[in-house]
């Protein structure tokens, strides 16, 4: 057998010149997200800037693209440290554009 091409789709002839598999070339796509458990100490709420400031974050708005964006996924209610400060726990999540390769 020869193969005729590898581009996009796979062509293989036989000895005889007939067509033995006509296939198309296998693809993977990527979806990955990035998560970021935190905790605020101060007695304020810093959650919503934090996440403000990630997305004003240069790398971030190339990564992500126009069409994602970070989210405040999860912001829990304050408690009491260790340390008897308040302490509020939070999630932000971005989404990186999907790749096909």
């Given at each position: 057998?020869?193969?005729?091409?590898?581009?996009?789709?796979?062509?293989?002839?036989?000895?005889?010149?007939?067509?033995?598999a006509r296939?198309?070339?296998?693809?993977?796509?990527?979806?990955?997200?990035?998560?970021?458990?935190?905790?605020?100490?101060?007695?304020?709420?810093?959650?919503?800037?934090?996440k403000e400031?990630?997305?004003?974050?240069?790398?971030?708005?190339?990564?992500?693209?126009?069409?994602?964006?970070?989210?405040?996924?999860?912001?829990?209610?304050?408690?009491?440290?260790?340390?008897?400060?308040?302490?509020?726990?939070?999630?932000?999540?971005?989404?990186?554009?999907?790749?096909?390769?």
């Amino acid at each position: 057998m020869v193969p005729l091409g590898m581009q996009k789709r796979l062509t293989c002839l036989t000895s005889e010149g007939r067509i033995v598999a006509r296939a198309k070339a296998a693809t993977a796509t990527e979806k990955i997200t990035l998560t970021l458990d935190a905790k605020d100490t101060s007695n304020g709420d810093r959650a919503v800037k934090y996440k403000e400031a990630i997305a004003d974050c240069s790398y971030f708005q190339a990564a992500l693209g126009r069409t994602n964006e970070v989210k405040l996924v999860n912001l829990m209610q304050d408690m009491l440290g260790p340390e008897g400060r308040k302490i509020s726990q939070f999630t932000l999540e971005c989404r990186y554009p999907e790749k096909t390769r």
